[in-house]
């Protein structure tokens, strides 16, 4: 159409008039805003077009001018949301980024939702915008909402919605997408992304408005998508960056926060179950537990306000949400092999479940723990038998603890004390490892205290020492920084073995292996 604006046509932002496209949900969508006083939840990632849907319909049944729009990112909305319940005949009123809400305020709108269905309300109606799972959050504040509401999903869109979308726009300008398939792809069912890809084409090959003659594009999309990431890049990396240091970078960890981050670029339906995710990797189990149960990545993402921008972190159900469509794209595409190097980390590819496995006699305990905490917090994974104790339940102990030691450790630190030779688990346990003296693997720390006994080979090694009599946390910290150091030239080693560090991949992966 000749003189019609490329913006008006492919839009970032409010409601297309010319490249909307109909949701698989829709129709529900609009049986459930007319339906009188009962509450709708829409639920689903952001840029799958949840909102666009809702002020279409709303258009659609006239509504829209007796619509008041409030979200939970402005603190006046907020205060105004939680006073609903005593405003009367408030209309129609649509709450954006209900996941936002503090607990207070979405507990109290429970409560008005299930007061607006009994009495079937003329005059108020409720309409709540949120991330995955937000009908099933509010439900969690009154369970018996479940059968006073309309809780409308909107998944991924299928590829022929997203291109539906680019035909209409292509019909719009009078022109022909050389790469109209790649975008398709590229948008991985993202009504926003199609839009947003579909503009960067079109401005990449000079089309700003429609045309009298129809123009057939020859761009190559492998470039428009880098040029888009690399710009992207200008607001996103350093966030991206942030976040995978966490509080503190260790360079010879398990760098538990970016492959959270690696995990999420490649989750389906742009959240990640962070419960589900550390169990499908259980060579990180320990480092990612770590962050997630002492919630450090939660102070990491609520301390940075440029974090919470992107990401969302649901402390209910442990689930990390992208908050942005366009950080969605920029994460998908990091050539993660290169992020990671130049960040510093030695390496992100683990060969051994653990980096360490203690073995030690019950009476020292409290050494073994102390030693157990510090090298957690240093993001290394290791083996200590509390830790893992509703693992070991019902199992054979024995053959449970043999693989173990014998070779799913990289190290074993074994705290050789008067009692460790009085044990029939440090037997079992050492049995198991005795084949590894030797071979760089097994790391011995002498009680002071400790005549040399059957255990004189490991004099022949080197080890550190523990005097029972000093105090314990000083030469923890000593112990641990030797330990640390030696994974850290254990993996410097390995690396020039390797010509780049790799991430593992992944169970919670959408793809077959590493970008």
Excluded at 230 to 237: D, Q, Y
Excluded at 404 to 425: D, G, M, T
Excluded at 441 to 460: E, G, N, Y
């Amino acid at each position: 159409m000749p003189g019609l604006k490329l913006e008006e046509v492919f839009k970032t932002s409010g409601v297309p008039d010319y490249t909307f496209v109909e949701p698989v949900e829709y129709p529900r969508l609009v049986v459930a805003l007319r339906t009188t006083g009962r509450g709708v939840v829409i639920e689903g990632p952001s840029g799958i077009g949840k909102t666009t849907a809702v002020e279409t319909a709303l258009r659609s049944l006239r509504l829209s001018t007796a619509v008041t729009k409030l979200t939970a990112r402005k603190q006046a909305d907020i205060e105004y949301i939680h006073q609903l319940p005593n405003l009367g005949r408030i209309g129609t009123v649509i709450i954006d980024d209900f996941h936002k809400l503090p607990d207070e305020t979405r507990s109290a709108l429970a409560d008005y939702l299930k007061t607006l269905a009994d009495e079937e309300q003329q005059g108020a109606k409720l309409v709540i915008i949120g991330i995955n799972n937000a009908g099933e959050h509010l439900i969690q504040f009154a369970h018996d909402l479940v059968n006073r509401l309309d809780i409308i999903r909107f998944e991924s869109n299928p590829d022929e919605k997203v291109e539906e979308l680019i035909r209409k726009g292509e019909s719009a300008l009078n022109i022909d997408l050389n790469v109209a398939q790649d975008i398709v792809r590229g948008a991985q069912g993202s009504f926003y992304l199609a839009q947003m890809l579909s503009r960067e084409v079109c401005i990449k090959a000079g089309i700003l408005e429609g045309s009298n003659r129809t123009i057939t594009t020859a761009i190559s999309f492998e470039s428009v998508k880098t040029e888009v990431w690399e710009r992207l890049g200008l607001g996103f990396r350093a966030r991206c960056e942030r976040f995978c240091r966490g509080a503190k970078m260790k360079p010879a960890g398990r760098a538990p926060y970016l492959q959270i981050l690696y995990w999420l670029a490649h989750a389906e339906q742009w959240a990640l179950s962070l419960r589900h995710a550390i169990r499908a990797n259980p060579q990180l189990r320990g480092s990612v537990s770590q962050v997630v149960d002492k919630g450090y990545l939660e102070e990491l993402i609520d301390q940075d306000p440029d974090l919470q921008k992107v990401v969302h972190l649901d402390h209910n159900s442990q689930q990390l949400i992208v908050e942005d469509p366009q950080f969605l794209f920029y994460i998908r595409n990091i050539p993660w092999r290169k992020f990671a190097s130049d960040l510093g980390f030695i390496s992100v590819e683990f060969d051994n479940t653990y980096d360490f496995a203690l073995s030690f006699a019950g009476p020292d305990r409290n050494v073994a723990e102390a030693l157990f905490e510090a090298l957690r917090e240093n993001d290394l994974e290791v083996f200590y038998d509390k830790n893992e104790q509703h693992r070991i339940l019902a199992q054979d102990v024995e053959e449970y603890l043999k693989p173990i030691y014998n070779s799913e450790a990289r190290f074993v630190v074994v705290l050789l004390s008067q009692e460790y030779p009085k044990r029939i688990w440090t037997k079992i346990e050492s049995d198991a490892f005795k084949e590894r003296f030797g071979h760089n693997a097994v790391i011995p720390i002498w009680f002071s205290d400790t005549p040399p006994t059957m255990f004189d080979q490991s004099r022949k090694l080197g080890g550190l020492e523990y005097d029972p009599h000093s105090p314990l946390a000083p030469q923890i910290e000593q112990i641990t920084k030797v330990l640390v150091k030696k994974v850290e030239e254990a993996r410097l080693e390995e690396h020039c073995l390797n010509a780049v560090p790799t991430i593992p991949v992944s169970r919670t992966s959408r793809s077959s292996g590493v970008d």
